[in-house]
C-alpha cells in the first residue's frame, strides 16, 4: 500500500510539473505576442494603438512625472526646451495640458520623436526575428524580452521587461517615467 501511495505521489507530481510548464509556455506565448502587436504599431507610426501594449500604471505615471517638466519647459529659459515642449503641445495650450491622458502624452512623445529624430527610420525598419520570454521565477507576473532585431541588416540584441495585470501582460516602458523625467529636467536646466 506504501509502495501504491509512492507511485501515485509521483505521477501527481509529475503531472503538476507538466502542467506548470504548459502553463508557462502558455503565459511566454502572450508576452511574446504582445510585444510584437506593440513592435508592428510602433514602427508602423501607430503610437495610439502601441500605447495599448504598454502597461497603464506606466502611462499614468508618464504623465504625472514627464508632463510637469514639459509644461516648464514651454515657458523656461532655455530656448531647446522651450522649442522641444511647444512641438510636443503642437497645438494643445501648456495650461490645458492637464486634460492630456498618459496615453496622450506617450502618443505625442512619441510624434515628436519620429518627426524630428532621423534614426526614427532605422526603428521603422527595423525587422523583429525573434522574441524570447523569459518569467520572473520569484515572481510570475513579472517577464523579461529578448528580441533579436535586424536594423539595416545589423542584427542587435534588445531587451525589455513585461508585467501581467488583471487584464493580460502588458508592456513596461523601456526607462522609467522618473527617470525620463529626470533627464528632461536636466538637459532643459529645469
Known amino acids: 500500500m506504501k509502495m501504491l501511495r509512492s507511485v501515485s505521489e509521483v505521477v501527481l507530481a509529475t503531472m503538476m510539473v507538466a502542467c506548470a ?25 501607430r503610437f495610439d494603438e502601441a500605447a495599448q501594449f504598454i502597461c497603464s500604471d506606466e502611462l499614468v505615471n508618464l504623465k504625472s512625472d514627464l508632463l510637469p517638466v514639459l509644461v516648464s519647459a514651454s515657458s523656461g529659459s532655455d530656448p531647446d526646451g522651450r522649442r522641444f515642449a511647444n512641438s510636443f503641445f503642437a497645438g494643445i495650450l501648456p495650461a490645458e495640458s492637464d486634460q ?20 526614427f527610420s532605422h526603428f521603422k525598419d527595423a525587422q523583429v526575428r525573434d522574441v524570447h520570454a523569459s518569467i520572473d521565477s520569484e515572481d510570475l507576473n513579472r517577464a523579461t524580452l529578448k528580441i533579436e532585431m535586424a536594423v539595416a ?7 525589455n521587461e513585461a508585467k501581467k495585470t488583471a487584464s493580460g501582460w ?8 522618473t527617470a525620463t523625467a529626470s533627464k528632461f529636467r536636466r538637459v532643459f536646466h529645469l
Open 21 to 45: 510548464s504548459v502553463a508557462q509556455a502558455t503565459e511566454r506565448a502572450d508576452i511574446e505576442r504582445t510585444f510584437r502587436s506593440y513592435w508592428g504599431s510602433f514602427s508602423s507610426g
Open 100 to 119: 492630456m491622458s498618459g496615453k496622450d502624452v506617450f502618443v505625442h512623445l512619441s510624434n515628436l520623436f519620429a518627426t524630428s529624430d532621423a534614426s
Open 153 to 159: 541588416d545589423v542584427p542587435m540584441t534588445d531587451m
Open 170 to 177: 502588458c508592456l513596461l516602458l523601456r526607462e522609467s517615467p
